[in-house]
């Protein structure tokens, strides 16, 4: 298995394209890796943690104060744990948040601390793509080392066409992949 040994943590921000992670995750469990799903609570109003817990066969962490196992270091955990973070869909609120330093919830928090690489696959519509202030903050992250995977071109969920669309499962994965292995030697 090619990522036999290897940990990513997968966060999902609050976009359509939340209904593809569950492909990536589960072709980085298919090839070995491990993986943490971060959610965050919009992204639970496109898709269920329950899905992503099955794809991930591990619970997905998504309150930063969990009523039934709060710990208090848990952000720090998560975000000590992984050999590689990828935000999938990344939306222009997570970019923005990230690039101004807010850390208001579990993922932004995590991503703050984190220890590892973070890998950011935008996903939004083509003219929030292209306001300047989203293209200075994926200039600013770049510069500070962050890692990009799309966006592509193509129809959005709003029947828009342009650049915005989250690159596809199988090109996040052969990212992630590509990553990975060049890490180990």
């Not at 209904?19 to 109003?45: C, F, H, N, S, W």
């Not at 300047?132 to 510069?143: C, F, G, Q, Y």
Request: glycine residues 6%.
């Amino acid at each position: 298995m090619t990522l036999s040994g290897k940990k990513v943590t997968v966060g999902l921000t609050g976009g359509i394209a939340c209904y593809k992670v569950p492909y990536l995750v589960r072709a980085l469990t298919k090839a070995g890796a491990e993986t943490q799903v971060i959610m965050t609570d919009a992204a639970t109003e496109f898709i269920t943690t329950l899905t992503m817990e099955t794809v991930s066969q591990r619970p997905v962490a998504h309150q930063m104060f969990p009523p039934e196992r709060y710990i208090a270091t848990r952000h720090i955990d998560l975000a000590q744990w992984a050999d590689l973070m990828i935000v999938a869909p990344a939306t222009a609120n997570f970019i923005a948040k990230v690039s101004s330093g807010i850390c208001d919830d579990l993922m932004t928090t995590v991503v703050c601390a984190a220890t590892c690489p973070v890998m950011i696959a935008p996903a939004m519509n083509p003219q929030m793509w292209a306001n300047p202030i989203t293209l200075r903050n994926v200039a600013d992250l770049k510069e500070l080392g962050y890692l990009f995977v799309g966006p592509e071109e193509g129809e959005m969920a709003c029947e828009d066409a342009g650049i915005g669309r989250m690159s596809e499962p199988e090109q996040l994965y052969t990212a992630v992949e590509a990553f990975l292995c060049q890490e180990k030697g």
